[in-house]
């Protein structure tokens, strides 16, 4: 219990204030709803005997001090004062259930962008280990969950249980019979609550796996809608949602029908409870006084303490079956801590040696120096002792069989992995405790272009906002990438849309957009993975051509496969399981092997 508030809290975090206000409504509205069952009753005894008002105590105090002069008028100035309250009950309960709601939807979109801003900037190694599908139902749908589902439910139950505790608490001093009738019969209910603790849990956590699979089911089923159709595999992909589909739903009405179970038994009790009493008492021939007394234990228990009991019982069974979207939620954000923390231990540890030195900018040269790598949980080391010298201008070749280690070399380059051991410096500073400054430096040309559905040029100029992109700049990065010609015979020119990952281009284009992105963004050093590998002949020589012109005025890092995209290099290294076997110009490198 304690465990399960320390991680809501976690979650929330810093909402106090809103948190207690939220309570606070949550108690007026209940107490205004017992208000209003309460005051009616009154109302239409005193209507249809208007003695009374003298022999209650209030009643004739108002009677006198409003100076009235006949019961008729007091009971138009009571009903005028019922018709007033509801109104106001009205506005406070529109009021408050609007703040509700708005607190619910701004805490679940709150939640949603810190953990997307947590998976956007979680390392690298977070996400070779994590499915997306599960990202974007923690993201969309457990948010929900959380919000909606755990979160409002349980200050509901605060006020719930407090109403249902005044109300029983009433009852102890004006019908010590009634209050020990309405606590059996709320012990036997709340017996089923407890009885359903852990199948709803199960059921939430089956329900949210369910949400996962779905999600990743779609993905694979469309994603590849390529190669499905042609294989011609279609059923399996949409075997599998229904399956996922099935699961969701047997869990997810599993525990809508059961959930609501213990409201129905409270009620069925409490008639058991009636006709049972009501029976023996008219088989033992009792005084019928005493049944008017029993009929007044129901009413009380039906009008005024059903309703809060019933949103209780609901309230505790929708916590325990979302409680399971409160753990993935508070599991992440403290993965991401801990990841996060392993980052600035890295940073940390590599700062004194380097004398608190901040990276500004690459004056002369990149080291990387003894870099180990493996990758998590994995048997063999992927890199070991690498270490090279990059100047400033100079363009550096990788080559290597395939799995030799060029992609997880590069990787550390980028910073997306950080090394066992071993650091890499920009002029003698580490990168590690600067690394946003570092990234800064660098542009990127991956093997596969992750392409956006928008147009052209906001594909090139990706992260900047329309407005803020730069024609002339952009226009330079076209021509460099050996896109001019190709746009040119756009009817809509670099306002042409390029779909979902840019489908409508050819795979040739998509690499040139992925240079032009490149080269917009002005970075000093230049990383291409593969860059050429699905260009044609004609265009992989232009582009290389154009990768050339960047030598001298930009530091260039290659991975090639095809020696021609790198015989211009100043330096290649050859990789073998991890290590770099040789290096020198490309006749060096290239005479012998
Ligand atoms: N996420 C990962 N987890 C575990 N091992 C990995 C992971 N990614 C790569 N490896 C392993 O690390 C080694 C180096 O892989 P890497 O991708 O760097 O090779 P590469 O030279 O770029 O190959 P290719 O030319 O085929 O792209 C390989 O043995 C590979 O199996």
């Not at 004006?174 to 852990?198: H, R, S």
């Not at 690498?386 to 997880?408: C, D, E, F, Y």
């Not at 002029?427 to 093997?447: H, T």
Request: proline letters at 3%.
């Amino acid at each position: 219990m304690i465990h399960f508030f320390s991680k809501f809290l976690y979650v929330i975090q810093g909402k106090y204030k809103a948190l207690t206000f939220l309570l606070f409504l949550f108690i007026l509205t209940s107490f205004l709803e017992v208000v209003g069952v309460g005051i009616v009753g009154p109302f239409i005894s005193i209507a249809t005997n208007p003695v009374a008002i003298h022999q209650n105590l209030w009643a004739s105090s108002i009677y006198s001090g409003l100076h009235l002069t006949s019961d008729s008028q007091f009971i138009s100035v009571f009903g005028l004062g019922i018709i007033i309250i509801f109104y106001i009950k009205v506005f406070i309960n529109f009021s408050s259930q609007k703040y509700i709601f708005e607190f619910g939807y701004n805490q679940q979109a709150e939640i949603a962008l810190r953990l997307m801003k947590a998976y956007m900037t979680a390392p690298y190694t977070f996400h070779l280990k994590r499915n997306s599908a599960d990202l974007i139902q923690n993201i969309n749908n457990e948010t929900n969950r959380f919000a909606n589902g755990l979160m409002m439910p349980l200050l509901t139950s605060v006020s719930n249980a407090l109403i249902s505790l005044a109300l029983l608490c009433l009852m102890i001093k004006t019908d010590p019979l009634a209050f020990v009738t309405i606590i059996g019969v709320l012990m036997i209910a709340f017996m089923g609550i407890y009885a359903l603790k852990n199948p709803l849990k199960r059921w939430g956590q089956e329900s949210s796996e369910a949400g996962a699979k779905i999600i990743q089911a779609i993905n694979h089923g469309l994603g590849g809608l390529k190669e499905t159709k042609v294989i011609g595999c279609e059923s399996y992909f949409e075997n599998q949602l229904h399956e996922q589909v099935k699961k969701y739903g047997v869990s997810t009405s599993l525990a809508n029908s059961f959930s609501n179970l213990p409201r129905y038994m409270i009620e069925a009790f409490l008639v058991t409870f009636l006709i049972l009493f009501t029976i023996i008492f008219i088989s033992t021939n009792k005084d019928p006084q005493n049944l008017n007394s029993v009929l007044g234990i129901f009413a009380i228990a039906s009008i005024r303490l059903l309703p809060s009991v019933s949103n209780l019982t609901s309230s505790i069974n929708g916590i325990r079956y979302n409680a399971f979207s409160l753990d993935k939620i508070y599991f992440d954000f403290q993965e991401l801590a801990n990841e996060n923390n392993k980052i600035l231990d890295l940073s940390c540890g590599r700062m004194d040696s380097l004398n608190n030195k901040e990276l500004s900018s690459f004056g002369d040269r990149v080291s990387l120096n003894n870099i180990h790598y493996r990758y998590p949980n994995a048997a063999n080391i992927a890199l070991e002792n690498v270490s090279m010298t990059i100047r400033k201008g100079q363009s550096i070749g990788l080559i290597g069989k395939s799995g030799a280690g060029k992609t997880t070399l590069v990787d550390i380059i980028l910073g997306l992995l950080a090394p066992e051991s071993g650091d890499i410096t920009v002029d003698g500073v580490s990168i590690y405790p600067n690394l946003r400054s570092w990234q800064n430096m660098l542009g990127y040309v991956p093997q596969s272009i992750f392409l956006t559905d928008d147009t052209l040029q906001q594909n090139i100029a990706f992260g900047v906002p329309n407005h803020l992109i730069d024609p002339d700049r952009l226009w330079r990065a076209v021509e460099v990438a050996q896109l001019s010609d190709y746009v040119k015979q756009l009817p809509q020119g670099l306002e042409t849309k390029v779909g979902e990952r840019g489908v409508l281009l050819s795979g040739g284009q998509r690499q040139r957009v992925g240079i032009a992105r490149a080269i917009y963004h002005e970075r000093e050093v230049l990383v291409f993975d593969e860059a050429t590998a699905a260009l044609d002949n004609e265009t992989e020589a232009l582009v290389t051509e154009s990768i050339k012109s960047l030598s001298g005025t930009k530091t260039i890092i290659i991975i090639a496969h095809r020696l021609t995209t790198i015989e211009h290099c100043d330096i290649i290294y050859l990789l073998d399981k991890g290590t770099i076997v040789k290096s020198g110009n490309y006749e060096e490198v290239t005479m012998k092997r």
